[in-house]
């Protein structure tokens, strides 16, 4: 494993872009400090004059900016080595900052809402300047009844930062001092299992590589099952703090309202996943027998299919594919897709303490960014895509709306991401002309619905349940987790599968259940995915121009509304039932190719 500064340079992603060095970042934050006070010369007088209330909303966005581009760089910076000290307190001071501005500017909304509705919509219509905070103001409405007093809500987000704690706990964790056993691998040297080497360890086609890679690394979870489980519970318990103390009938219903999501979106979800079930049972009952099985392990799940086909793929190699695999969304896209390569936005490749996973992040005012940790698979192929759909989603959306409108929401999130991996996929199919080559990429398509549709639907379903449970008042101990969760993959696995007692630690190693309700949008915005990308290769032209306006949205609109300018309606459950039809095509044509040519 290398460290920090042995990566080449041309490997990393250029940080300079957003702050030329660390002083500059302290010059920013020194600045921002002071400006909060200025918070207080608006506290009780909002409703006074439509001036005094938008000089208030234009210095709450200003700071928010500068907020954010303070945590995303302090951020960034401890996630490429998350052992430097020096970056995880920018990081805590960055939250701080956030929390204290926070709590200072905690008296707006309930001012605005406490205020006289023909007086603020006298203020909206006055032509001062107001027009532009129309939606902002409109999404605070429906929150009525959900806003304390100024000093509750002064009180509220004094805690915030105390709250963290959970999520900030795991990371450190997960990231810094959790470290995984020594196995050997094929060729019997050994290799350390790290975050960013498992799942190819569990792609080995030796299956004593994989077993004892799973075992190894769910061993280090269930020793830390208890304390995990702690973490696990004082998350979800925060969570539902919040919820109750905004009037909410449940954490879930807090979360869905906050992004304009019905809670029917979710529940449709999870309803038309487990009615396709079978399916998900006939893929497993099709691994067996393909892999020559007697017993088929939740440590089988991985290993394609297909043996002898080449998928090590170079970073270069990585890049020429997406942009042949893009090339249908046009040729101005492809050339941001080219400066996002060219010009340093991407970090790379795994060093020893750097963030495990990949995301793309940045701040509004500056290009986006993307960490990765390449492993020369052909899976980090789509991650690379996936990520730089992200990417290019806010390259839009900051090019085209204010900062105001420019943060789009978190369920339209996934659905550019995984529209550039459904594009990729569909191309590589087309262009295969050897029937192995074939079925292997169909096989991995196949994997992108297992592990994005019904396997993020599974962690909906946990989330949805443990919150629940937590509740209801029941203990979420490690030994309730686990019993829920191991009855889960019986369930969607079905009864083909040895569901091997390591899985019932899974839930312990997942960092996005530390952001409570987020996991469903993967699977959520996969399905969407799945329709826009058809359309578009269908040479929909409708399709295609609504899809930029979709990227170019931000939060100018609400999510379901900004997707059906795609022609998706996430309302109903047909996406994801049409998802899941695919899903069931890829089955009868693998099985087709099997049948014509074995494996």
Not at 55 to 66: A, F, M, P, V
Not at 295 to 309: L, Q, R, T, W
Not at 426 to 450: A, Q
């Amino acid at each position: 494993m290398k460290k920090r500064e042995e990566i080449p340079v041309e490997f990393t992603w250029k940080m300079e872009d957003m702050f030329s060095d660390d002083r500059e970042w302290e010059s920013l934050y020194k600045e921002t400090e002071a400006q909060l006070e200025r918070y207080e010369e608006f506290k009780g007088h909002l409703a006074d004059s439509a001036k005094t209330l938008y000089e208030c909303l234009k210095l709450d966005d200003e700071l928010s900016l500068k907020l954010e581009r303070i945590f995303v760089y302090a951020k960034q910076k401890s996630d490429q080595d998350t052992a430097n000290p020096l970056y995880q307190d920018y990081t805590s001071r960055a939250q701080s900052l956030s929390y204290k501005a926070a709590a200072l500017s905690s008296y707006i909304v309930p001012e605005i809402l406490s205020m006289d509705e023909g007086l603020l919509k006298e203020y909206m219509e006055s032509g001062n300047g107001l027009e532009h905070f129309k939606r902002a103001v409109d999404l605070l409405m429906p929150k009525k009844q959900h806003t304390l007093s100024p000093e509750m809500e002064a009180l509220l987000a004094d805690s915030y930062e105390a709250t963290q704690s959970p999520s900030q706990i795991f990371g450190m964790f997960n990231n810094a001092d959790l470290r995984f056993p020594v196995i050997k691998d094929a060729d019997g040297n050994e290799v350390q299992i790290t975050h960013g080497n498992y799942i190819s360890l569990m792609e080995s086609s030796d299956r004593r590589v994989r077993k004892d890679a799973f075992q190894a690394l769910y061993g280090c979870y269930k020793q830390f099952s208890n304390t995990l489980a702690a973490t696990y519970s004082a998350n979800v318990k925060q969570a539902i703090f919040y919820a109750k103390a905004k009037n909410y009938s449940s954490s879930r219903a807090h979360v869905l309202a906050e992004n304009e999501i019905p809670e029917e979106v979710y529940d449709n979800l999870i309803k038309a996943v487990r009615r396709f079930l079978p399916a998900l049972h006939r893929y497993v009952g099709i691994r067996k027998k393909v892999m020559g099985l007697d017993e088929i392990h939740m440590y089988d799940i991985y290993a394609p299919m297909v043996s002898d086909v080449k998928k090590t793929v170079s970073f270069e190699e990585a890049k020429e594919m997406a942009e042949a695999g893009l090339t249908p969304l046009g040729g101005r896209y492809l050339e941001l897709l080219r400066e996002g390569f060219d010009n340093r936005w991407i970090d790379v490749y795994e060093n020893e303490g750097k963030r495990s996973g990949a995301y793309s992040w940045g701040a509004y005012g500056s290009h986006p960014y993307v960490l990765l940790n390449y492993n020369d698979t052909l899976d980090y192929v789509f991650t690379l895509v996936h990520e730089m759909g992200h990417a290019l989603h806010s390259w839009h959306s900051d090019h085209s709306q204010p900062y105001t409108y420019a943060g789009y929401k978190i369920f339209v999130a996934e659905v550019a991401s995984t529209c550039n991996e459904a594009l990729l996929i569909r191309h590589l199919l087309g262009c295969s002309k050897d029937k192995k080559e074939k079925k292997y990429l169909i096989n991995h398509f196949l994997e992108s619905f297992r592990t994005t549709l019904f396997r993020q639907a599974m962690f909906a379903e946990f989330e949805a349940m443990t919150h629940k449970m937590a509740e209801e008042g029941k203990s979420l101990t490690a030994q309730t987790l686990c019993g829920l969760y191991h009855q889960l993959n019986v369930d969607y696995f079905g009864p083909d599968m040895v569901v091997d007692p390591e899985i019932d630690y899974e839930w312990s190693r997942i960092p996005h259940f530390y952001t409570p309700f987020y996991v469903y949008q993967y699977a959520t915005g996969f399905s969407a995915a799945i329709a826009i990308s058809t359309k578009i290769l269908s040479g929909d032209q409708e399709t295609i121009n609504g899809y930029f306006k979709f990227l170019s949205g931000g939060n100018s609109m609400s999510p379901i509304d900004l997707l059906r300018l795609c022609g998706v309606d996430m309302s109903s459950p047909e996406p994801v039932e049409e998802a899941l039809k695919v899903f069931e095509s890829l089955l009868e044509e693998f099985e087709q190719e099997n049948e014509d040519e074995p494996i």
